[in-house]
């Protein structure tokens, strides 16, 4: 016992703090599978919605989710929301929906593709940075084929699986060049999808896919490993 009597000090982690950025709507079956995902998630882990049209500072997360269903509500609050966590150091990670809008951030603000648009939203802009799929993938399947050497082949392995879609669109192949060259790597690709996965090695966890694990863990009951490894990262980064 410490001299002077009282108890000795104990240091506490904190929970870890994710918050999914998106627009809640259990009409999608997306949005009720990473509902579901919330409930695998470690005790240790505060997991919560974040509408991008209530405020919120992404400094205050460990670790950011950035979720289907676009255009968000307020897609400037998320494209905000992904340049605070990539200039931050904050780990991050998107799907469908978020891994479009972490490629239109990027090719904005670090390639230099100043005018980047989103098909969806100004389908006659002069720099589509994201395009119609050839085929469209909602509700669909394709195999996914990890690049040797990226984090995602690091975290699932380099065999081919199986990936559940809800999209229209991704990277257009016309500036994967230009994204690549300006620090972006590709980590998986997929018949009829292309580009299916993203990083920033230089980040300490920045990854984004098409396919949607949420839908997995709705299958398996596990927390699929891509989101096991952004709280990994999130309680490596962030203080006791």
């Known amino acids: 016992m410490p001299e002077g009597g009282g108890c000795p000090l104990y240091h506490r982690r904190m929970p870890t703090r994710l918050l999914i950025v998106g627009d809640r709507d259990t009409r999608f079956e997306t949005h009720r599978a990473i509902d ?31 979720a289907p269903g676009t255009p968000y509500r307020d897609d400037d609050a998320a494209f905000r929301a992904i340049e605070q966590a990539r200039t931050g150091g904050i780990p991050m990670y998107g799907t469908c929906g978020g891994f479009q809008y972490m490629t239109l951030e990027f090719a904005r603000n670090v390639a230099g593709i100043g005018n980047a648009s989103h098909a969806e939203t100004d389908p006659d802009a002069e720099e589509v940075v994201v395009a119609p799929l050839t085929c469209s993938l909602v509700g669909q399947r394709r195999t996914i084929h990890p690049v040797p050497g990226g984090r995602l082949a690091e975290i699932l392995g380099a065999a081919p699986f199986s990936g559940f879609h809800y999209c229209n669109y991704g990277p257009s192949p016309a500036y994967r060049d230009d994204l690549e060259t300006a620090g972006m790597r590709v980590t998986a690709t997929a018949d009829d999808a292309g580009v299916e996965g993203i990083e920033l090695p230089s980040h300490p966890f920045a990854m984004a896919t098409l396919f949607q694990p949420q839908m997995e863990s709705l299958e398996t009951g596990v927390l699929h490993p891509l989101l096991a490894a952004l709280l990994q990262a999130a309680k490596s980064v962030s203080p006791t």
């Open 36 to 66: 579901h995902t919330i409930g695998l998630m470690p005790d240790d882990v505060e997991a919560r919605w974040q509408p991008t049209d209530e405020p919120f500072d992404a400094a205050d997360a460990d670790a950011l989710w950035f």
